[in-house]
């Protein structure tokens, strides 16, 4: 079993929906959990970032980790094209090194 | 608000050369990485390093070295570049011991060696 698993996509919704992205994992020792957001031919940038389980809310982004299911999400409302990227997620046991999922492609369809 | 800067964005070598790819970073972050970047494999590390002329490998070194002779500045070495070494090269840093190593990437060397 991988240690963590990301459905790569490619998910297309239309603009306005709610969108949700997920990750499951296998390593209970893991406490932070982040969401990376990827434009084409850019570097990953830091979207969301929680500490062990509950919810966590910026602005039209929550992230969402249910540690025992080893399961975590990311809900965009009112979705928008620009909001079309890679998503990856990502997850580390304290300042270890950090594993990340392989990414699923959104393309928020005007 | 550049942050994480990697000088060159794409690079095109040919087989056997020696490719440099610089990283600097102005955060004054204790740690920086270098990942390479595929379609359906993901990130994948390749060196890090915690401290100035210290460095540990990652879970793909073959092929590769690093140099971090100062402390806002990381460079990945391939020494004799070879075809399956075309690749996105993600630099990132991170400020040590915050709980989580949450990084900062630059926007990426994109390197195609023929």
Redesign the interface.
Known sequence: QKEVEQD?GPLSVPEGAIVSLNCTYSNSAF??F?W?RQYS??????LM?T?SSGNKEDGRFTAQVDKSSKYISLFIRDSQPSDSATY?CAM?V?????I????TRLHILP | DVK?TQSSRYLVKRTGEKVFLECVQDMDHENMFWYRQDP????R?IYFSYDVKMKEKGDIPEGYSVSREKKERFSLILESASTNQTSMY?C?SSL?????????????S?LTVL
């Open positions: 790569p406490q932070y982040m990376y031919r850019k570097g990953p940038e830091l970032y500490y990856l580390s304290g300042d270890d090194k950090i990340f999922g392989k990414g | 994480v359906g494999l993901g990130l590390l993600l990132a040590a011991k915050t709980g989580a190593n949450v990084l900062t990437f630059g926007a990426g994109r």
